[in-house]
């Protein structure tokens, strides 16, 4: 890459979708991923802050635009890949973000929200890949990378349905890393630490004493604080960008040092 090119942005020429962009990492990667030089469908069923997230990237100076829709459902899935195809030109890049969680013990969850966290946790991933894949084939290659979490790699008990299902993600991210090489496309997985977001934020709000609640989850950080959403986001532009064209299969753990900590 020439120095012209990287002052241009590292996503230059790229276009894609991100899905769950309304808020959160979501919306942290599609700015910067915008800000990069990509131009990016924001994929959510929050139609306000999805349209709000677009206008914030293109007054930045960048290109995107809001896409409505279910990651469960394939009819929106395509159709969000197709908007990006129809209005970018391509679909390149891809980043599934969009995921529930669920803080209840195996014996207390139902079969029912099992099922919706695997429809979109997984089930999402998979439909986003299966109509990414043949776009990217015919682009020339492209690069997926599916945002995982600390529970992807280490067991919580607290969260074991939705760390069920990020596990399932490094699965499917390898088997498209080793089924796609040869098409130039790689796929790889962002397993952030908790991000100060707005949800985060409204868990630390509700507890007796907010401000105790957060010192008590930064405390088991080596780093001694929460991570802020662009942090997690840069990992995932990197593994997009053709800096990363040597990594494919792999998962990228962004925590604080706190899956490499004993104590």
Known sequence: MTTGERSAGRLAGKAG??????????????????????????????????????????????????QPGDVSSEEDVAAAVQRSVDEFGSCDILNNNAGVALELSIEETTVEQMDQLLSVNLRGAFLACKHALPAMREAGGGAIVNTGSIVSVVGDPILPVYGTTKSGLLGLTRSIAVAYAEDGIRCNAVCPGDMLTPMLER????????????????SHYPLKRIADPREAATAVVFLLSDDASFITGSSLVVDGGLTANCY
């Open 17 to 66: 979708v991100v899905t769950g962009a309304a808020a959160g990492l979501g919306r942290a990667v599609l700015l910067e991923a915008c800000a990069e030089g990509a131009s990016v469908v924001v994929f959510d069923r929050d139609a306000e802050a999805g349209e709000a997230t677009a206008h914030e990237a293109r007054e930045a100076g960048g290109a995107a635009v809001f």
């Open 203 to 218: 868990t630390f709000n509700s507890a007796p004493d907010p401000a105790a609640k957060r010192a008590e989850m930064e």
